[in-house]
């Protein structure tokens, strides 16, 4: 079909092509057309051949319509639909009683698909806590370059939150302080990275804009920490975590951090080493876990994000509000895996 279409289209360019010439020898009154027709016979037959080549490479090697897919993908957007879908919905094959987890809201959703297993008050507002530190990732890696070197604040070794207690004015790679960040949730090693090249405002603002443009129809953050805040409102939805999730686990930085056990800080002159071991114990307890992010609070309750994946199937689960977050999470992926078919 990609010959046929093609041929067809460099037939119309030659016809053009003859066109134009002839309108040249009516304003001209000189012979065009007769010098560049048998070139444009041997043109079109070249490229007819050579596609109809590819076309024929293709059945043997299984590449040519993918070389030939790509250039009208390009030129000229044409769509291609393929004979078999990669699409590996999730089919529900038993009736199993609903688990009853303490969270107060949940999301169960197929990542390959988008498709949601199970939910309970998706769309409601709670806050996220420490789950704000995705987004504060995300906004880094916009923002700095890996090797970069922040100086920390003083403010930010004030931190209330879970620490890495960064000494003030210590150098540390943006890298190390994305992965203390989203490693052992280090509240310090999140304000250094919001005040180290924009003002702490700018950067709050950059997370609220990138949280609109990926679809986070219901989040505001208002710190890049995950702190409570009841004036000025931090709080988002299962659902919206969901979308933040799959950006954060699109970039292999945050996604090779969420999945790491643990980490040695250290500053770059040597003058601070710290251990940083994660904060998400379902690494550790469950096979084919991939991360990403835990949070608590005081008005947030338990809070957790997490990832799942076996080849078939790439499951996120997150819990808000929860009294036990990690038990939560195993009652609800077991429900799944026991409910759901992916091998359709």
Known sequence: MLVILFQHIMVTIVRLFALVLRTIEI?????LISKFKDIGHI?????????????????????????????????????????????????????????????????????????????????????????????????????YDYDEVIQIPEICTTIDSTKAYLPKTAPFSV??????????????SACALSMGKVSYDTFVNLMNRKASLIGMKNTHFSNPIG???????????????????????????????????????SSQDNSFINNIYTTNRLLNEIPNTLGVKTGTTESAGEVLVYNYADGNKDLIIIVMGSTNRFEDTKSLLKWTLDSYNWNN
């Open 227 to 265: 702190l409570d805040d009841n004036e000025r409102g931090n709080y988002s939805t299962a659902s919206d975590l969901y979308l933040l999730t799959k950006e954060a686990m699109s970039k292999s930085l945050i996604k090779e951090a969420v999945g790491t056990q643990y980490f040695l800080l």
């Open 43 to 143: 043109l079109l037959t070249i490229i007819s051949f050579s596609f109809i080549f590819l076309w024929g490479y293709q059945y043997t090697h299984g590449i040519g319509e993918n070389i030939i897919q790509g250039y009208f993908d390009r030129i000229i957007n044409y769509s291609y639909i393929p004979l078999h879908s990669n699409d590996n919905k999730p089919i529900l094959v038993h009736s199993i009683s609903n688990p009853i987890p303490t969270a107060k809201s949940y999301l169960v959703i197929d990542k390959n698909t988008d498709a949601i297993l199970l939910e309970k008050d998706a769309d409601r507002k709670y806050p996220p806590a420490s789950i704000s530190k995705l987004m504060t990732g995300l906004i880094s890696l916009d923002i």
């Open 175 to 188: 890298k190390d302080l994305i992965f203390s960040m989203l490693i052992g949730s280090a509240g310090d």
């Open 27 to 31: 304003i001209t009154n000189k012979k």
